[in-house]
T-cell receptor
Framework: GAGVSQSPSNKVTEKGKDVELRCDPI?????LYWYRQSLGQGLEFLIY????????KSGLPSDRFSAERTGGSVSTLTIQRTQQEDSAVYLC????????????????FGPGTRLLVL | DAKTTQPPSMDCAEGRAANLPCNHS???????VYWYRQIHSQGPQYIIH???NNETNEMASLIITEDRKSSTLILPHATLRDTAVYYC????????????FGTGTRLLVSP
């Protein structure tokens, strides 16, 4: 089936504006993750959703960042009042989410959204 | 998560085997070794993972030492399209497990 999809693929915005990034996980996957990758840096975990449980927001860098997952599928990452340091590639991943074995928790990544804040 | 150590870069001739090492000396008994790669401007791609035994799939082979303190990812016949950054990650197998990516090994496959 189709992999993880993300939109838009690229986003250019002005400092201070709000942006919304969308992620469509693999069909049937109940776990969804957001990461970001700044230029020349490794991946940084942001937030994790598992089914109907409260999300793990421990990686969000500030209260300007928030994420929702509606209907247990599509997720939207929102960045309010964007700053230049928010410029990065935002990556979404999903996994089956049963939590019972390593095989079933393999995370599959989307192509990412490249965000540039001017 | 246990930390991993990888060489920053490696070169390989097209058609030859690429052997990418990873040290994970503090790995615990229930932690798996995962390998991902990231081709320029793309999202990370899952390659393979293992616990104790050697594993093989259509992409690569994973050799884990008996003491589990190190492993080697083998691309048997490297192609130019295998040029990427390869990440070795150690993580548990229950509940929520975020992936902690280090700096990886930049593999350059040349003609």
């Amino acid at each position: 089936g189709a992999g993880v999809s993300q939109s838009p693929s690229n986003k250019v915005t002005e400092k201070g504006k709000d942006v919304e990034l969308r992620c469509d996980p693999i069909s049937g996957h109940t776990a969804l993750y957001w990461y970001r990758q700044s230029l020349g840096q490794g991946l940084e975990f942001l937030i994790y959703f598992q089914g109907n449980s409260a999300p793990d927001k421990s990686g969000l860098p500030s209260d300007r960042f928030s994420a929702e997952r509606t209907g247990g599928s599509v997720s939207t990452l929102t960045i309010q009042r964007t700053q230049q340091e928010d410029s990065a590639v935002y990556l979404c991943a999903s996994s089956v989410g049963t939590g019972t074995s390593g095989s079933q928790e393999t995370q599959y990544f989307g192509p990412g959204t490249r965000l540039l804040v001017l | 998560d246990a930390k991993t150590t990888q060489p920053p870069s490696m070169d390989c001739a097209e058609g030859r085997a690429a052997n990418l090492p990873c040290n994970h000396s503090t790995i615990s008994g229930n932690e798996y070794v995962y390998w991902y790669r990231q081709i320029h401007s793309q999202g990370p791609q899952y390659i393979i993972h293992g616990l104790k035994n050697n594993e093989t799939n259509e992409m690569a082979s994973l050799i884990i030492t008996e003491d589990r303190k190190s492993s080697t990812l083998i691309l048997p016949h490297a192609t130019l399209r295998d040029t990427a950054v390869y990440y070795c990650i150690v993580r548990g197998n229950t509940g929520f497990q975020k992936l902690v990516f280090g700096t990886g090994t930049r593999l350059l496959v040349s003609p």
